[in-house]
Nanobody, 124 residues
Framework: QVQLVESGGALVQAGGSLRLSCAAS????????MAWFRQAPGKGREFVAA????????SYVDSVKGRFTISRDNAKNTVYLQMNSLKPEDTAVYYC?????????????????WGQGTQVTVSS
């Protein structure tokens, strides 16, 4: 059973930066792709970014391209989301997810394991 634990969420002013971390344990060899999703109040869960464990291939939603960077540390079984130039519309609960799919996917249903979420609030 894969377990995911997020950290790093906080209250930050617009224009600021945060780095989220997702520590994976319990059989990470079963996962191929790691991703970040977010969910704002009253909205559905939105894909943010994804990365493959093996080759480093990444994917981003258009609204965060150039501002967010997803990366991984295989030795630590940890995935990061560096978020720069934050905007109030980035406010949401951010979730880490893991998928056994061998290609990067953007659909929440394709992800088998989820963390508990970490709150990011960007004030204007």
């Amino acid at each position: 059973q894969v377990q995911l634990v997020e950290s790093g969420g906080a209250l930050v002013q617009a224009g600021g930066s945060l780095r989220l971390s997702c520590a994976a344990s319990g059989g990470t060899f079963r996962t191929s792709t790691m991703a970040w999703f977010r969910q704002a109040p009253g909205k559905g869960r939105e894909f943010v970014a994804a990365i493959k464990w093996g080759g480093g291939s990444t994917s981003y939603v258009d609204s965060v391209k150039g501002r967010f960077t997803i990366s991984r540390d295989n030795a630590k079984n940890t995935v990061y989301l560096q978020m720069n130039s934050l905007k109030p519309e980035d406010t949401a609960v951010y979730y880490c997810a893991a998928s056994s799919r061998i290609v990067v996917v953007r659909i929440a249903l394709e992800y088998d394991y989820w963390g508990q979420g970490t709150q990011v609030t960007v004030s204007s």
